[in-house]
């Protein structure tokens, strides 16, 4: 059964980068059905998609983020990563990871439990 | 594309019916609109995907309907587990995918 896992530090520095990895437990990182997304949430707020990565290594950013944003993959550790440069305390957030279903149209079908970082100093 | 979810409070009584608006600034393409259920401290839950597909092991009392920019999820009958927050999401055509601001179901 799929489990998302976000790992990463919980306290970053402001201008510094923020770094968070999701382990994909059940190996379908590397099927080509998949995007494999970051997703942000700041405390009492809405949702904010970041971007997505396919298993070639694709990518689709959000352009408010793309300047600061990069995300990667390693299918051999079944894992994706976000870095998110130059940090403020607006980008105080849950950060989840999540799967888009392409058979479903990009759809997020599931996601990670979300993990909380605090921006300062 | 920007998603208005109205109202932003709903405060209603278990067993009633609840009304969920999201409407798109520019027609969602295949209308592939999803409705998320959020509690606190949780990820958000799928409800409902392609405007009107329950997602696997969703009560039938949740419902979705619309077309192009106007859509609406219904709760036909209110219970306990369902006071939560609610997202609609559009994830059709060019990124960025967007959310909208969330409609609060609440105890009244």
């Known amino acids: 059964q799929l489990q998302l896992q976000e790992s990463g530090p919980g306290l970053v520095r402001p201008s510094e980068t923020l770094s968070l990895t999701c382990t994909v437990s059940?190996?379908?990182?590397?099927?080509?059905?998949?995007?494999w997304g970051w997703i942000r949430q700041p405390p009492g707020k809405g949702l904010e998609w970041i971007g997505n990565?396919?298993?070639?290594?694709?990518?689709y950013y959000n352009p408010s983020l793309r300047s600061r944003v990069t995300i990667s993959i390693d299918t051999s550790k079944t894992q994706f990563s976000l870095k998110l440069s130059s940090v403020a305390a607006a980008d105080t957030a849950v950060y989840y990871c999540?799967?888009?279903?392409?058979?479903?149209?990009?759809?997020?079908?599931?996601w990670g439990q979300g993990t909380l970082v605090t921006v300062s100093s | 594309i920007v998603l208005t979810q109205s109202p932003g409070t709903l405060s209603l009584s278990p067993g009633e019916r609840a009304t969920l608006s999201c409407r798109a600034s520019?027609?969602?393409?295949?209308?592939?609109l999803a409705w998320y259920q959020q509690k606190p401290g949780q990820a958000p839950r799928l409800l409902i995907y392609?405007?009107?597909t329950r997602a696997t092991g969703i009560p039938d009392r949740f419902s979705g309907s619309g077309s192009g920019t106007d859509f609406t999820l219904t709760i036909s009958r209110l219970e306990s587990e369902d006071f939560a927050v609610y997202y609609c999401?559009?994830?059709?055509?060019?990124?960025?995918?967007?959310f909208g601001g969330g409609t609060r179901v609440e105890i009244k």
């Open positions: 059940d190996g379908s990182i590397s099927s080509g059905s998949y995007y």
């Open positions: 999401h559009q994830y059709g055509g060019s990124p960025p995918l967007t």
């Open positions: 392609s405007a009107s």
């Open positions: 520019q027609s969602v393409t295949s209308n592939y």
């Open positions: 990565i396919y298993y070639s290594g694709y990518t």
């Open positions: 999540a799967r888009h279903d392409l058979a479903l149209g990009n759809l997020v079908d599931f």
